[in-house]
């Protein structure tokens, strides 16, 4: 997700904030300078600690909380410095356990130190009122120190799990859009591993036609004709089954697959054998068949086969060809890719080279299927 749709998320949820709590901070606000207040002029200036923390909210909330923070935390603690020497007002002290806590949990580092700085100046404005007052002086240390004192800390430090919350929002956010973009690269590998069957097999397929074709031009014309006629035919088929991907309506066809394999294998002069010891189960015919296509294409590709042995169970396929060449077994990609398709749909694909021989297995567990 970018950052632009997470700052969005949490901008919503802000607004839900604001409008829950906004007429709840205004009245109490409002309350508070109506009960607390002795004259007009202790009214006005109490209301500008109101002001500066329902500003600070809003703008909290609006996600642009530091262009005014500074100026709304000074115009509160003009407002508590005034309450404290002046009337002794204790709701002088509400623009302050407004502003403060908010801009303390935005800060990007510091956090604690800018938590504790906070909590001891509330602390040592309002012991201030120790100074100008002589009497009661428990109950003046107990409105303006001691009370202050706790609240600023608790709302503070309450802050700093709703701070963490929007993280977690932000990090849900994020992690949910990188699991989208994972999806859309699985999907986008998927598609061209799909069209690199369908292309890069037909393509191998049309070069070993031409040539057959080639040959028989001058020895045989109506079976290079015929060869022509299949070549058409079989670029025909591939664009219509890369149109049906385009479209995600392509599904292969085991049995189809299979004809295919034998037709090519012996035109290109590879004796084919077929065993066959079950009834293949759809729901493993079309990851199958896309084995088997890939696995033809190699042979032909890379092997000097002479002989190849297709061996059909009711969750799996075996395919066997001599003419492997000696030495380490090859980087096949397009096989590679079908491991981990097959993988992901429970099956197992096996590659293995011994003695000249070459084999690709893919089997289902028949109980999962």
Not at 151 to 165: D, E
Request: proline share 4%.
């Amino acid at each position: 997700m970018s950052a632009g749709q997470s700052e969005e998320t949490q901008g919503r949820l802000r607004h839900l904030n604001l409008t829950m709590l906004l007429p709840v901070v205004t009245v109490g606000g409002a309350l508070a300078v109506a009960l607390d207040a002795r004259s007009w002029p202790d009214a006005a200036v109490l209301s500008l600690g109101v002001v500066a923390g329902v500003v600070t909210f809003v703008r909290w909330t609006m996600g642009a909380l530091f262009p005014i923070a500074i100026p709304c935390l000074l115009v509160a603690t003009g407002v508590w410095l005034y309450g404290v020497l002046g009337p002794g007002s204790g709701a002088a002290f509400f623009g302050v356990v407004m502003v403060g806590p908010l801009l303390v949990s935005r800060l990007p580092r510091h956090r604690a130190a800018a938590a504790v700085a906070l909590t001891a100046g509330v602390a040592v404005t309002g012991a201030a009122r120790l100074l100008v007052a002589h009497e009661d002086l428990l109950g003046e240390l107990t409105q303006f120190v001691l009370l202050p004192t706790g609240i600023i800390a608790v709302v503070t430090g309450l802050m700093f799990p709703n701070k963490r919350f929007y993280d977690v929002v932000r990090d849900l956010e994020e992690s949910r859009d990188r699991e989208a973009e994972l999806a859309v690269a699985r999907e986008r590998i998927r598609f061209a591993s799909d069209l690199h069957d369908i292309q890069g097999h037909t393509l191998h397929v049309v070069k070993l036609k031409v040539a057959l074709a080639q040959r028989l031009v001058r020895t045989d014309a109506g079976r290079a004709e015929e060869e022509l006629r299949e070549i058409h035919a079989l670029v025909a088929d591939t664009i219509t089954q890369t149109k049906e991907l385009a479209h995600a309506h392509r599904r292969l066809n085991l049995s189809a697959e299979l004809e295919n394999a034998k037709n090519l294998f012996e035109a290109a002069g590879i004796r084919v054998r077929v065993h066959r010891e079950a009834e293949v189960d759809t729901g493993a015919g079309e990851l199958l068949g896309q084995v088997l296509r890939e696995t033809t294409t190699n042979i032909l590709r890379h092997a000097q086969a002479g002989q190849v042995r297709i061996t059909l169970s009711k969750a799996g396929i075996t395919i066997v060809n001599d003419g492997a060449p000696d030495g380490p077994l090859p980087e096949l990609s397009g096989l590679a890719t079908l491991r981990r398709r097959l993988a992901d749909n429970g099956g197992e694909l096996t590659v293995e080279q011994h003695d000249g021989s070459f084999l690709t297995a893919a089997a289902f567990p028949e109980e999962d299927r």
